[in-house]
T-cell receptor
Framework: GQNIDQPTEMTATEGAIVQINCTYQ??????LFWYQQHAGEAPTFLSY????GLEEKGRFSSFLSRSKGYSYLLLKELQMKDSASYLC?????????????FGKGTRLSVIA | DSGVTQTPKHLITATGQRVTLRCSPR?????VYWYQQSLDQGLQFLIQ???????AKGNILERFSAQQFPDLHSELNLSSLELGDSALYFC??????????????FGPGTRLTVT
């Protein structure tokens, strides 16, 4: 398997910064997506990284280290509406395998 | 609104029955993906179609099958249903075959309850 590992739950305070880590096996790796999913709703796209480094998009940033098999999602100026699950989804390109593999997600609770 | 539509929104049926879930991708998208999401599981990839042809297969049970029609809509057929098949079933679409940076857009899901 691809051994995608991310924390199950995190709690952070409104206005703070939180970092959600994701590790995965590097074999066959070719890009990583982050999705946000509110309870009972569809996942929505947040970011995509394929090269090493940080991609910034408003309050959200995503970082990738290909050699370490590591990514994180950084959420700044947390708002209550950011309470959701955050899904790490690396892509592995080798024959017969799935185009995207989703981690079990990190459930983030933002508290006042 | 992602532009991906799924019907029905909710489905309640009995064990042993057969159901069909329907998905219409975003206009212009050629790929359709099906996922299953149970309470304790993450999104489990089932199957992908690209322009009418099966492209990739995940952990899809033999009791499940799918197809993509010439108008690019897709159907997921679930047969001999078991209690453990109760889950949210998502359809997603993307413009490409899944090997580039284009993201997948998810539909609202069909919540299947097997009693």
């Amino acid at each position: 398997g691809q051994n995608i590992d991310q924390p199950t739950e995190m709690t952070a305070t409104e206005g703070a910064i939180v970092q959600i880590n994701c590790t995965y096996q590097t074999s066959g790796f070719n890009g990583l997506f982050w999705y946000q999913q509110h309870a009972g709703e569809a996942p929505t796209f947040l970011s995509y990284n394929v090269l090493d480094g940080l991609e910034e998009k408003g309050r959200f940033s995503s970082f990738l280290s290909r050699s370490k098999g590591y990514s994180y999602l950084l959420l700044k100026e947390l708002q209550m509406k950011d309470s959701a699950s955050y899904l790490c989804a690396p892509r592995f390109l080798y024959s017969g395998n799935t185009p995207l593999v989703f981690g079990k997600g990190t459930r983030l609770s933002v508290i006042a | 609104d992602s532009g991906v539509t799924q019907t029905p929104k909710h489905l309640i049926t009995a064990t042993g029955q057969r159901v069909t879930l329907r998905c219409s991708p975003r206009s212009g998208d050629l790929s359709v993906y099906w996922y299953q999401q149970s309470l304790d599981q993450g999104l489990q990839f089932l199957i992908q179609y690209y322009n009418g042809e099966e492209r990739a297969k995940g952990n899809i049970l033999e009791r499940f099958s799918a197809q993509q029609f010439p108008d690019l809509h897709s159907e997921l057929n679930l047969s001999s249903l078991e209690l453990g098949d109760s889950a949210l079933y998502f359809c997603a679409s993307s413009v490409d075959s899944g090997e580039s940076s284009y993201e997948q857009y998810f539909g609202p899901g069909t919540r299947l309850t097997v009693t």
